[in-house]
């Protein structure tokens, strides 16, 4: 295997980890902000429970 090629290789590794990594966070993120709209919803129901 010559040099460039193993360069080459090494490039779209690096390439796919980056991608992988990315998709992680962007599904995190989406968990993190339906979390955030419930527990929204949930004070909100509390905040109507209490003002009855």
Known sequence: ???TNLSKI???L???LALSACGNTIR????????????????GRSVERAAR
């Open 1 to 3: 295997m010559t040099a």
């Open 14 to 16: 690096a390439a796919l």
């Open 28 to 43: 995190g993120v989406g968990r993190d902000t339906a979390n955030a709209v419930d527990a929204t919803q949930d004070a």
């Open 10 to 12: 090494s490039i779209v």
